[in-house]
């Protein structure tokens, strides 16, 4: 047994019995070993739920970086589905990843910043950009893994429409990647001698 086999049977179990039902006591026995001998590994569960968050996310962490000849708003999107596609492949794919913190992954995101940067979008805004869409997809995913219909024994009211959740992410998407581009198109239009750029 080795750290990489506890992770990978850890999200097996993740995706038999959901995040609620994960427990370190559970795992020792899918792995055929005493529980203590886990705290080899990770020393407590939050330390098993972060390596499990990170190696969740593999995926969308080897997707291939951006490169110069890229039109950053078509990289924007593709990117951005990348990542709700990956956390959509575990059951609590969302639930998971939700506060973890990539630190392995600073440098590709220092990639993808450089990019936006050096396709014309302002800096602080690539950051709030991505921080955005970031945060929009958890969410979006965190809905649609929760939804269970109308399992719950009520009926959906007759004018209540039925969400499309790939539509409404879509949708959402796109919204944001258009501001960003309208933020970036204005900073780059020059204003004219004596024009209220109001």
Request: hydrophobic share 40%; net charge negative.
């Amino acid at each position: 047994m080795n750290r990489e086999t506890v992770i990978t049977e850890a999200l097996g179990l993740l995706d038999e019995v959901g995040l609620d039902s994960v427990s370190t006591r559970r795992l020792a026995k899918r792995l055929g070993v005493e529980q203590p001998s886990l705290y080899w590994y990770f020393r407590t569960k939050k330390d098993l739920l972060a390596a499990m968050a990170e190696a969740a996310m593999a995926p969308h962490a080897t997707a291939p970086l951006p490169t110069p000849d890229d039109d950053w708003r078509d990289w924007f999107l593709d990117n951005t589905r990348s990542f709700r596609r990956t956390l959509l492949m575990r059951r609590d794919g969302a639930r998971l990843h939700a506060g973890s913190t990539p630190t392995s992954d600073l440098d590709r995101i220092r990639h993808k910043m450089d990019f936006l940067v050096a396709s014309g979008v302002p800096e602080r805004d690539a950051q709030m950009a991505m921080l955005a869409a970031g945060r929009f997809t958890v969410g979006s995913v965190l809905e649609e893994q929760a939804d269970t219909g109308t399992g719950n024994g009520t009926e959906r009211p007759a004018d209540m429409p039925v969400i499309d959740h790939e539509w409404a992410f879509e949708a959402g998407l796109t919204l944001i990647v258009d501001g960003l581009a309208h933020r970036a198109e204005a900073q780059e239009a020059p204003v004219g001698k004596g024009s209220n750029p109001g």
